[in-house]
DNA sequence: GTACGAGACTCAGAAAGGTTAAA
DNA sequence: ATTTAACCTTTCTGAGTCTCGTA
């Protein structure tokens, strides 16, 4: 109840601000569009960017729940489509013809999709009995610079070795260069650049040839036959190496990712199948034959030292079966959250410690929905944290603040690198709990010392079997999901009304709480972003036009508005709800889910009856 | 019990690529 | 009608979560 009290407050104050938003509306070109109908499309595509940054994981939370909305309401893109598709010039049979034939190919797709959710699930661990597989796709080889192209030190012509992305730096190299500032790449980025433009510049039939040359390499390595099924893999290309960026201010970043060799691979296959071949004159580090795993690949990465897999698609029966149960888990969760809520609310007064911080932990993950927060080694990562890992300083206590009181202020980065910034009331226990933490510790403790995931989890999951942090998310996501569905109006033009305003409302609400508050988020993103600028104002001297535009697009990301958010509602909603909730509506499913989203759901899609409960 | 590290998998935004609407 | 910009989708791979085996 808490949660869900908590996400429903935050439409009750999408409402009241109302006109204080469209203030900033207008400032975002919003509310510049001409005609009612076309405002309502406007903010329809301002929705579907996404292009607002989150600080806040309830928000994201609420977020992922405007997302699915947002595409609700596009029914009427479909009468657009056959009003286009009458004013061009093409003759009547064109058009049937190429009806036809979409419509032929939609019911082979159907006719082809394994419907594995109406089978019998393999005993516990197995995840197939059958597996063939082309081996990886490596990328092209290294190609030297042209001789006309250059890098200078210093002035100089200097060839280096670690041009080539196999070696690194010699002893020698190493002692000469030694200042980044007295490198000259010029040469080598006017080289890439004209690439770059010629590419863009190709002729149709060009582009079309690379096309297929494309399409002929994904035909071959982009499927896997999997119990007498194929089914599409996810990444069949072996990551090819580079320098290492990472997100924010990671300690490794600039480093060489190395090039994967066919020695350092790991192929997982059946026995009985064709084993792939290593490219020529090549072995493979390892063919085994593993069917408790689902990767087809594997090998290790040089930076972090950790395995990096090929793996199914997301539509694939492996996936689909995995979603399912995850959203089946938070189900569950729905028939003990009650017993669960007043169980921590009970520890909150616990005199061991560890029990009170779990309580404390587990009252911010499920109102929050903050992250479970493992540790990580220090030095190897950007320093982010989740729940666990809360340090003294990501909070402050505030007694009273503007006009409540227990007031706890957030602020930390969380994964990605992405500032959590957000002031919250608490209940009087937590907070005293948190003031007890707190007690005696200086900057960089943490904040739950005797607490790590791993004890939480435990503890999860002797409550439910299958209970962990992360589940919290799914379901609240979720059940909120459902419970606004609910609570709108059964006519349905009413409806999507009512949806688009409320989509332009809480856009604007989360743009405001996050761009008020917004001082630097992710400081290397800011570095990234004067790189940014000064690359482009370089160009500028040719294009003088694109300057502004993409300055704009430089001090956006400086200010984190864009962050993209549309995949989360592929993570956190059961998909379950929409369909049903299409079925009762009269919606084709199509104005929800795009074609990707469609094959990823395919078992919700089928499986859904209108009266399903989340 | 518990610390630790490897392994396997989900989740995440940036960038590239493709399509459609607007100029 | 053609070019360009806006938008939407796909790809890529980094960053988390969680489990399990071992000391």
Redesign the pocket.
């Known amino acids: 109840m808490q949660a869900i009290s908590f996400f429903h407050s935050h439409v009750a104050c999408s409402l009241k601000k109302k006109k204080q938003r469209r203030l900033v509306e207008e400032g975002d070109g919003v509310a510049q569009t001409k005609t009612s109908k076309k405002r309502t499309q406007k903010v ?3 929705l ?2 996404g292009n607002l940054a ?1 600080t806040s994981s309830a928000r ?1 939370t609420w977020f992922m729940v405007s997302f699915f909305l947002s595409s609700a309401q596009m029914v009427k893109k479909e009468e ?2 056959q009003a ?1 598709s009458k004013k061009s010039k093409k003759t009547k049979e064109e058009i049937e013809e190429a009806r036809q034939l979409k419509i032929k190919k939609k019911e082979e797709e159907e006719q082809n999709r394994w419907r594995w959710w109406e089978e019998e699930k393999y005993e516990d661990g197995v ?1 197939w009995k059958f597996l063939e597989h082309k081996g990886p796709y490596f990328p092209p080889e290294y190609q030297p610079l042209p001789d006309n192209v250059h890098f200078y030190y210093n002035g100089h012509i200097v060839w280096v070795s670690f041009m080539e992305s196999v070696t690194e730096m010699t002893h020698e190299e190493r002692s000469l260069i030694q200042d980044l500032d007295k490198c000259d790449f010029g040469e080598i980025h006017a080289m890439h650049k004209a690439k770059t433009e010629a ?1 863009k510049n190709m002729s149709k039939e060009e ?1 079309q040839a690379l ?1 297929e040359a ?1 399409q002929k390499i ?1 035909d071959e390595y982009g499927y896997c036959l999997l119990d007498h099924h194929k089914e599409r893999i ?2 069949f ?1 072996i ?2 190496p ?1 320098l ?5 201010e ?1 300690p490794k970043q600039g480093m060489l ?1 190395k090039r994967i060799q066919p020695e350092d691979v790991i192929i997982n296959c059946s026995k009985e199948s064709r084993i792939p071949a290593p490219p020529a004159g090549h072995h493979w580090k390892e063919v085994r034959h ?1 069917n ?4 087809l690949v ?1 090998w ?2 040089n ?5 990096k ?1 090929i ?1 199914l698609n997301a539509n694939s029966k492996l ?1 689909g079966e ?2 399912w149960e ?1 959203y089946e888990v938070a189900r569950k969760l729905k028939s003990r959250v009650d017993d669960i809520r007043y169980q921590y609310l009970q520890d909150l007064k616990s005199k061991q410690m560890v029990t009170r911080q779990r309580a404390v932990a587990l009252y911010f993950i499920d109102k929050l929905a903050l ?4 540790e ?2 220090e030095g190897e ?2 320093d ?1 944290v ?1 729940c666990c890992s809360l340090r003294v300083e990501h909070i402050t206590l505030h007694e009273q603040l503007d006009g409540n009181e227990c007031v706890v202020e957030f602020d930390f980065l ?5 500032r959590y910034y957000n002031k919250v009331p608490v209940i009087k226990k937590v907070f005293k709990s948190l003031k007890l933490f707190l007690e005696n510790k200086q900057p960089g403790d943490e904040l739950f010392d005797r607490l ?3 004890v939480l ?1 435990k503890h999860l ?1 002797s409550l439910m079997p ?1 209970l ?4 919290f998310r ?1 379901y609240n996501a979720s059940i909120t999901l459902q419970q606004q569905l609910k609570e709108l109006t059964n006519s349905q033009s009413h409806l999507l009304a009512a949806l688009a305003n409320m989509q332009a409302d809480m856009w604007l609400q989360m743009k405001l709480i996050h761009v008020l508050p917004s001082t630097h988020i992710c400081t290397s ?1 800011d570095s ?1 972003s004067v790189r940014l600028v000064e690359r482009k104002k370089a160009a500028v001297k040719r294009c003088e ?1 694109q300057l502004l ?1 993409l300055e704009v697009q430089a001090t956006d ?1 400086e200010e984190n508005k ?7 509602k592929l ?2 909603l059961d998909p379950r709800i929409s369909v049903a909730w299409c079925k009762n509506m009269e919606v084709p499913i199509e104005k929800i889910y ?3 989203q469609r094959e990823k759901f395919a078992w919700a899609i089928d499986m859904t009856e209108a009266d399903f409960e989340f």
């Open positions: 329809n595509f301002c579907h960017r989150l994201e657009e489509e286009v995840k590419r582009k096309k494309n994904v996810g990444n290309k990551e090819p580079g290492f960026r990472g997100r924010g990671h990712k593993d408790t795993v689902t990767w594997s290790t990465e930076i972090q030292g950790s395995n897999y793996m996936k995995k979603d995850k992250r479970a927060g493992n990580k080694e990562t950007a982010t989740g969380g994964k990605d690198c992405i790590n995931t791993s989890n999951s299958g962990t942090a992360k589940v799914t993103d990234f036009e535009k990301r864009q962050i993209a958010l549309g995949t989360s993570n956190y795009n074609k990707t």
